[in-house]
């Protein structure tokens, strides 16, 4: 994308909004929390009375690292070489403020795997597999190194607040009610990974199934590569022809990070 085209694209937001009432904690995990530290005036608000020590706003947050939109840097499931565990390794050392910007951009190539969410099963999530793509391959053209892949399931439509929302992780993580969203097979990371590709994105809940999600987070990010998840917007993206931009907060000894997703879509006219 030249600097010209660059100043006239359309910008395309692919993150999604944080709030305690929306559903992007994953369960069990810390929940999100934002109040008020400082504001304009001495108030009584919802979290009792606000003392005001200047003219101005400010807030606090409590955050899991795999809240909201985040990645997954590979020290979220791979344990240092030194610890002695099972898959521990040399990327058990690269935490999330060492993973290089540049692996988290790059060309965007949507696959549409909407098909499959009604496969789903109470509680457990339908499988992308390796021959999904390879279809979509034979469609739209190979997957080429240095693309960014983004997984279109369309699981974003529950990320809202009410009883609706219940069903983008609650339905399927904890009651068991409702269908988990699309996710990789192991099998499918890899083959991507062959092809060249550091970064895989989904607009849902995680790159890993709702009933076994451990075994593709191993695979994929013992081998360097990037997941980035609770994405959303994907059907405002052309097949191809966007370009992706991921940048996480810089995190000392994290093991991945909120952030801000978005995509440059190029002026058509």
Known sequence: MDPGSLASARVVDLSVTLSERLPGTWPGHMNFAHHNWNWFAEVEGPTGHTRSEAPYQTNFIVI????G???????????????????????????????????LVGPAVVVDVRSLVEEGKPGVSPFITDEHIRSWEEEH????????????????RY?????????Y????????????????????????????????????PSIGSAHDPIPVHQEGLSRGLRYVEVLTNFGELPVRGAYFVFLPLKIAGSSGGPGRAIALVPDQG
């Open 169 to 204: 992780m609650h339905g399927s993580l904890v009651t068991g009610d409702f269908p988990g969203w699309p996710a990789p097979a192991p099998e499918m990371a890899l083959y991507l990974h062959e092809k060249g590709i550091k970064t895989i994105g989904i607009d849902a």
């Open 69 to 103: 939109t985040h990645f997954d840097a590979p020290t979220h499931f791979v344990p240092p070489p030194d610890s002695g565990l099972p898959l521990s390794g040399p990327l058990g050392t690269e935490t999330g403020d060492k993973v290089p910007p540049g692996d």
């Open 64 to 67: 899991d690292e795999h809240c």
């Open 141 to 156: 053209g190979e997957i080429r190194e240095g693309e960014v892949v983004l997984l279109r399931t369309d699981w974003d």
């Open 159 to 167: 990320y809202v607040e009410g009883e609706e929302g219940l069903k």
